[in-house]
């Protein structure tokens, strides 16, 4: 595991964290010792905590809090993710006294957007990158406010497989009935309980998905949108605009200036 800190100031720190992976096995409980917000940039892991566990991937990250214990394995391979810790005063300034739950965060499109500018603007810390911050936490705070509340168990684990069937683009996930199929339920079953589950219809999920890849090919400086709409599985341009318009509040275009070098 290597570490690159991005910034840091007496208020917070934002650090660049990449694991090569190859671990699928858990490792031993690893105490927090700061408030701490953890985004996933590329890849996934899976994560226990002491009342839920979770696959940690670009639409799902997690809080966490000085005394939490968590469990991590690296099934899949590596990962990349963006730790930004807060100190005890800035955290409380910041929240409104918010309570301390470590808690998983819905990473929606508006969140990783964020996530990508405050990246961008860590040579300022004293204002840029202190008013991403704060942007960046009210929206992560949003995204926990109503927990999912999904059944846990064989659910849970249902859609976790189905998760990281679209994360892996396996052929299967294609479509809804032969991912049902691959894993062993009917599509009925799958659609309610991954909604169940997550909070999102598997369909929206998707589209979270195409809308990250879509995110880093506009970053890699990508200017064709008809053909990245073909790339990334949209039927036209105009379907890549809906969706990310509806993702990011935000066309293409619009994103696109908003990541150039």
Same mark, same amino acid.
């Given at each position: ?71 991590? &394995? ?26 301390? &739950? ?25 204002? &840029? ?43 299967? &996930? ?88």
């Amino acid at each position: 595991m290597s570490r690159t800190v991005v910034a840091e100031s007496p208020e917070f720190s934002v650090v660049s964290v990449r694991c090569a992976g190859g671990h699928s096995g858990w490792s031993p409980p690893e105490p927090a010792d700061q408030h701490q917000v953890v985004l996933v940039r590329s890849g996934r892991f899976r994560l226990r905590a002491e009342a839920w566990g979770s696959v940690i991937e670009p639409a799902t990250g997690y809080l966490q809090h000085p005394g939490d214990e968590m469990r991590y &394995a690296h099934p899949a391979g590596g990962d990349a993710c963006t730790a930004v810790s807060f100190a005890p005063h800035f955290w409380n300034e910041a929240t409104d006294g918010h309570p301390a &739950a470590a808690l998983p965060v819905r990473v929606d499109g508006r969140i990783e957007l964020a996530h990508r500018g405050l990246l961008r603007s860590s040579a300022d810390a004293s204002f &840029a990158l202190a008013e991403h911050l704060v942007g960046l936490l009210t929206e992560v705070l949003r995204q926990t406010a109503v927990p999912v509340r999904g059944s846990g168990g064989r659910g849970r684990a249902l859609a976790d497989q189905a998760r990281e069937a679209l994360l892996a683009d396996h052929p299967a &996930a294609a479509g809804l009935v032969p991912l049902a199929r691959l894993l062993g339920v009917t599509p009925s079953h799958l659609s309610r309980v991954f909604r169940r589950e997550t909070g999102v219809t598997l369909s929206r999920y998707r589209n979270r998905l195409r809308v990250t890849r879509a995110l880093d090919r506009l970053e890699e400086g990508a200017d064709d949108l008809a053909a990245l709409a073909a790339e990334l599985g949209f039927s036209d341009q105009a379907h890549l605009t809906r969706t990310m318009r509806a993702e990011l509040g935000r066309t293409p275009a619009a994103v696109r200036r908003l990541l150039a070098p």
